[in-house]
Nanobody, 122 residues
Framework: HVQLVESGGGSAQAGGSLNISCASV????????MGWFRQSPGMQREGVAA???????NVQFSVKGRFTPSLDNAKNTLYLQMNSLKPEDTAVYYC?????????????????WGQGTQVTVS
């Protein structure tokens, strides 16, 4: 049973930083791609950043230069370092795993999802 567990969300002031992580528990499977998504109330879920198993990243334009995804295959854990946070970054952040290659930022291409972690920037 695949389980993705996010942690590290919370509150930060504008200009501050947060680091969130996502552990793939009960599984040693190396995902071809893992990604971060976010969703604000009344908005569609949007892709933020994704990382291929070989470390290749795909980052949404609005967070490029501020957010950095990384993947530790040994720990089966995905990270998102978020710097220079803005109030518009406030959302529930979800991690997800793709079972095929071809990392994208489209939610429809990801098969497994975590429960989400709240990030609030004021």
């Amino acid at each position: 049973h695949v389980q993705l567990v996010e942690s590290g969300g919370g509150s930060a002031q504008a200009g501050g930083s947060l680091n969130i992580s996502c552990a793939s528990v009960k599984s040693t499977y190396i995902w071809p791609c893992m990604g971060w998504f976010r969703q604000s109330p009344g908005m569609q879920r949007e892709g933020v950043a994704a990382v291929d198993y070989d470390g290749t990243t795909n980052v949404q334009f609005s967070v490029k230069g501020r957010f950095t995804p990384s993947l530790d295959n040994a720990k089966n854990t995905l990270y998102l370092q978020m710097n220079s946070l803005k109030p518009e970054d406030t959302a529930v952040y979800y991690c997800a795993a793709m079972v095929t290659t071809g990392c994208s930022l489209s939610p429809a291409t990801f098969s497994y999802w975590g429960q989400g972690t709240q990030v609030t920037v004021s």
